[in-house]
C-alpha cells in the first residue's frame, strides 16, 4: 500500500480543509479524529475519490506514513496537544516531525520542542491563518521551532499557502516558539484593525446618521484604495447583507463580543516587555466591556443618554476624516506589533526577519492588506529600522492623515460614542513623537512617596538622585529597579 505523505489528526473544520488543500497539491493524507465517525463521514464525504487515507487509531495513522513521518496536530491548544504528543511519541522514530498547528501560547512551543529533541523526534509549531477560506485555498503559515524539521515540511507548506506575485505566504520565522509568537501577534493586530473598524462604523451609524446602503458604498470604496484589506472587504460585504424582513442582518446581532485568548496574550506579552502596545490593549479591553451587555443596559437607564449630537462639516468631509483615522491608526497598530517582536527577538534571541513576517501577511490570513508591501520595503531599506512611523513612507501618511484624525476623535468625543482605539492610536503618536513628557513630575511623586529616586537632565544617565521633600524623610533613597 502506497505511505502517505503527511498525517493530520484533528478534522474539525480547519483541519478538513487544510487536508483537502494538501490533497488538491499532489499530496497523499493519512488522517485520524479521536471520534472516528468524524474520520468516516470525511472520508466518504469531502474527501471522497481523493487522495486520502482515513484511520481508526494512531497506530494506524503511523503505520500508514512514509518516513521520515510527519504528524500534524489541529486539535485544541493546551492540555489537548500535550496529551496526542504523549500518546504519539512512542509510536514514532528518531526523526519523525510532530507538527501544532493551532493557536498555542509559544512558551508552550519552546518547551515542546525541547522535550521531543531531548527523544530524537523534531517539533514544528505552526501559526496558520486564514479562517477556513484560507486554509482550503491557501493560508498564511507561519512556522517555528526546531530549525531541522523546517526541511522536512517546507515543500508541503509553501505548496498550499496563498501566493503574492508568486511568493508563497510561507517562510521559515525562527526557532522554538518564534512561530506561534509571530501568530500570537497577528492575532493582536487582528483584533486592533476590526475594533478600529468597528468605531469607523459606529460614528458613521450613530454620530453622522449613515444607512447602511450608504456605509456599504462607503467601506466599498475604501477598499480600492489604501485601506483595500481583507477585513474592509468583508465589512462592506456584511454591511450590504439584508435579513428575512429586508433589515440590515447586522443590527440583529447582539453586540457581545466573544474572544479565544490571543490578544490577550499579545497585551500581556507587552506589558511583561515593556512595549506600549496600547491600541491592541484598547481593543481586548472593549471586547471585554462589551460582554458587559446586562450592566450595560442597567448603567444605560442610570447615567443617561449620550450628550446631543454635534456635528461641523459635511458629510464627505466626515467620512474623509474617519478614513484618515481608520488608516493612520492601522499604521500605529502593526508599528506597535513590530515594536513587541523586536522586543522578544532581543529577549528570546531569535533572527526574525520582519520584511519575510510582512510578506507572509500580504496573503491568506485575515489581516491581509495592500499596505503590508509598504511594510515588507520599510524593512528591506532598513532591516533595524525601530518603528515602522519613522520610515518616510509612514511617516508622510501620518502627517497626510493628522487633521482628519484628530477630528474623527473629536467626533466621537463630541457625540459621546467610544472610539478607544482611535484615540489610543493618536494619544501613542502623540507621546511618541514628545522628546519631553510629564513622567518627570511622576517621579517626583515617586520619590516623594517612596524615596524611589530620580534622575537629572543636566546629569548623566544612570546617575540617580533623593530629595527629602518633607524634611524628615531623610537621605537614604529605595532600591532602583525597572519591573
Same mark, same amino acid.
Given at each position: 500500500?502506497?505511505?502517505?505523505?503527511?498525517?493530520?489528526?484533528?478534522?474539525?473544520?480547519?483541519?478538513?480543509?487544510?487536508?483537502?488543500?494538501?490533497?488538491?497539491?499532489?499530496?497523499?493524507?493519512?488522517?485520524?479524529?479521536?471520534?472516528?465517525?468524524?474520520?468516516?463521514?470525511?472520508?466518504?464525504?469531502?474527501?471522497?475519490?481523493?487522495?486520502?487515507?482515513?484511520?481508526?487509531?494512531?497506530?494506524?495513522?503511523?503505520?500508514?506514513?512514509?518516513?521520515?513521518?510527519?504528524?500534524?496536530?489541529?486539535?485544541?491548544?493546551?492540555?489537548?496537544?500535550?496529551?496526542?504528543?504523549?500518546?504519539?511519541?512512542?509510536?514514532?522514530?528518531?526523526?519523525?516531525?510532530?507538527?501544532?498547528?493551532?493557536?498555542?501560547?509559544?512558551?508552550?512551543?519552546?518547551?515542546?520542542?525541547?522535550?521531543?529533541?531531548?527523544?530524537?523526534?523534531?517539533?514544528?509549531?505552526?501559526?496558520?491563518?486564514?479562517?477556513?477560506?484560507?486554509?482550503?485555498?491557501?493560508?498564511?503559515?507561519?512556522?517555528?521551532?526546531?530549525?531541522?524539521?523546517?526541511?522536512?515540511?517546507?515543500?508541503?507548506?509553501?505548496?498550499?499557502?496563498?501566493?503574492?506575485?508568486?511568493?508563497?505566504?510561507?517562510?521559515?520565522?525562527?526557532?522554538?516558539?518564534?512561530?506561534?509568537?509571530?501568530?500570537?501577534?497577528?492575532?493582536?493586530?487582528?483584533?486592533?484593525?476590526?475594533?478600529?473598524?468597528?468605531?469607523?462604523?459606529?460614528?458613521?451609524?450613530?454620530?453622522?446618521?449613515?444607512?447602511?446602503?450608504?456605509?456599504?458604498?462607503?467601506?466599498?470604496?475604501?477598499?480600492?484604495?489604501?485601506?483595500?484589506?481583507?477585513?474592509?472587504?468583508?465589512?462592506?460585504?456584511?454591511?450590504?447583507?439584508?435579513?428575512?424582513?429586508?433589515?440590515?442582518?447586522?443590527?440583529?446581532?447582539?453586540?457581545?463580543?466573544?474572544?479565544?485568548?490571543?490578544?490577550?496574550?499579545?497585551?500581556?506579552?507587552?506589558?511583561?516587555?515593556?512595549?506600549?502596545?496600547?491600541?491592541?490593549?484598547?481593543?481586548?479591553?472593549?471586547?471585554?466591556?462589551?460582554?458587559?451587555?446586562?450592566?450595560?443596559?442597567?448603567?444605560?437607564?442610570? +447615567?443617561?443618554? *449620550?450628550?446631543?449630537?454635534? !456635528?461641523?462639516?459635511?458629510?464627505?468631509? /466626515? $467620512?474623509? %476624516?474617519?478614513? @484618515? #483615522?481608520?488608516?493612520?491608526?492601522?499604521?500605529?497598530?502593526?508599528?506597535?506589533?513590530?515594536?513587541?517582536?523586536?522586543?522578544?527577538?532581543?529577549?528570546?534571541?531569535?533572527?526574525?526577519?520582519?520584511?519575510?513576517?510582512? +510578506?507572509?501577511? *500580504?496573503?491568506?490570513?485575515? !489581516?491581509?492588506?495592500?499596505?503590508?508591501? /509598504? $511594510?515588507? %520595503?520599510?524593512? @528591506? #531599506?532598513?532591516?533595524?529600522?525601530?518603528?515602522?512611523?519613522?520610515?518616510?513612507?509612514?511617516?508622510?501618511?501620518?502627517?497626510?492623515?493628522?487633521?482628519?484624525?484628530?477630528?474623527?476623535?473629536?467626533?466621537?468625543?463630541?457625540?459621546?460614542?467610544?472610539?478607544?482605539?482611535?484615540?489610543?492610536?493618536?494619544?501613542?503618536?502623540?507621546?511618541?513623537?514628545?522628546?519631553?513628557?510629564?513622567?518627570?513630575?511622576?517621579?517626583?511623586?515617586?520619590?516623594?512617596?517612596?524615596?524611589?529616586?530620580?534622575?537629572?537632565?543636566?546629569?548623566?544617565?544612570?546617575?540617580?538622585?533623593?530629595?527629602?521633600?518633607?524634611?524628615?524623610?531623610?537621605?537614604?533613597?529605595?532600591?532602583?529597579?525597572?519591573?
Amino acid at each position: 500500500m502506497e505511505k502517505a505523505d503527511i498525517g493530520l489528526i484533528g478534522l474539525a473544520v480547519m483541519g478538513q480543509n487544510l487536508v483537502l488543500n494538501m490533497a488538491d497539491h499532489g499530496y497523499r493524507v493519512a488522517v485520524f479524529n479521536r471520534t472516528t465517525s468524524k474520520v468516516d463521514d470525511f472520508i466518504n464525504g469531502p474527501a471522497k475519490d481523493k487522495n486520502i487515507v482515513g484511520t481508526h487509531s494512531l497506530e494506524q495513522l503511523v503505520a500508514a506514513l512514509q518516513p521520515p513521518r510527519k504528524v500534524m496536530l489541529m486539535v485544541k491548544a493546551g492540555e489537548v496537544v500535550d496529551q496526542f504528543i504523549d500518546m504519539l511519541v512512542p509510536l514514532l522514530e528518531p526523526g519523525d516531525v510532530i507538527i501544532d498547528g493551532g493557536n498555542s501560547y509559544y512558551p508552550d512551543t519552546t518547551r515542546r520542542t525541547a522535550h521531543l529533541k531531548a527523544k530524537g523526534l523534531r517539533f514544528i509549531g505552526t501559526g496558520i491563518s486564514g479562517g477556513e477560506e484560507g486554509a482550503r485555498h491557501g493560508p498564511s503559515i507561519m512556522p517555528g521551532g526546531d530549525p531541522e524539521a523546517w526541511p522536512l515540511v517546507k515543500e508541503i507548506f509553501q505548496s498550499i499557502a496563498a501566493k503574492v506575485d508568486g511568493v508563497p505566504c510561507c517562510q521559515w520565522v525562527g526557532q522554538d516558539g518564534a512561530g506561534h509568537f509571530v501568530k500570537m501577534v497577528h492575532n493582536g493586530i487582528e483584533y486592533g484593525d476590526m475594533q478600529l473598524i468597528c468605531e469607523a462604523y459606529a460614528l458613521m451609524e450613530n454620530a453622522l446618521g449613515m444607512s447602511y446602503e450608504r456605509m456599504h458604498e462607503v467601506f466599498g470604496e475604501w477598499n480600492s484604495g489604501v485601506l483595500d484589506s481583507y477585513l474592509i472587504e468583508i465589512t462592506a460585504e456584511i454591511l450590504a447583507t439584508k435579513d428575512a424582513d429586508g433589515t440590515a442582518l447586522v443590527t440583529k446581532i447582539l453586540d457581545t463580543a466573544g474572544q479565544k485568548g490571543t490578544g490577550k496574550w499579545t497585551a500581556i506579552n507587552a506589558l511583561d516587555m515593556g512595549v506600549p502596545l496600547t491600541l491592541i490593549g484598547e481593543a481586548v479591553f472593549a471586547r471585554v466591556l462589551s460582554s458587559l451587555k446586562a450592566a450595560r443596559v442597567r448603567a444605560s437607564k442610570i +447615567l443617561g443618554p *449620550r450628550p446631543p449630537g454635534s !456635528i461641523t462639516g459635511s458629510e464627505e468631509e /466626515n $467620512i474623509n %476624516a474617519l478614513h @484618515d #483615522a481608520l488608516y493612520a491608526s492601522k499604521i500605529i497598530s502593526y508599528a506597535q506589533g513590530f515594536m513587541l517582536m523586536r522586543e522578544a527577538a532581543k529577549e528570546q534571541g531569535w533572527a526574525l526577519n520582519y520584511g519575510e513576517i510582512a +510578506l507572509m501577511w *500580504r496573503g491568506g490570513c485575515i !489581516i491581509r492588506s495592500k499596505f503590508l508591501g /509598504n $511594510i515588507k %520595503a520599510a524593512f @528591506d #531599506a532598513d532591516p533595524q529600522l525601530e518603528n515602522l512611523v519613522l520610515d518616510d513612507f509612514f511617516n508622510n501618511a501620518l502627517q497626510s492623515a493628522d487633521a482628519g484624525w484628530r477630528s474623527a476623535v473629536m467626533l466621537a468625543v463630541r457625540n459621546g460614542i467610544p472610539a478607544p482605539a482611535f484615540a489610543a492610536a493618536l494619544s501613542y503618536f502623540d507621546g511618541y513623537r514628545s522628546d519631553r513628557l510629564p513622567a518627570n513630575l511622576l517621579q517626583a511623586q515617586r520619590d516623594y512617596f517612596g524615596a524611589h529616586s530620580y534622575e537629572r537632565v543636566d546629569r548623566e544617565r544612570g546617575e540617580f538622585f533623593h530629595t527629602d521633600w518633607t524634611g524628615q524623610g531623610g537621605k537614604v533613597a529605595s532600591t532602583t529597579y525597572d519591573a
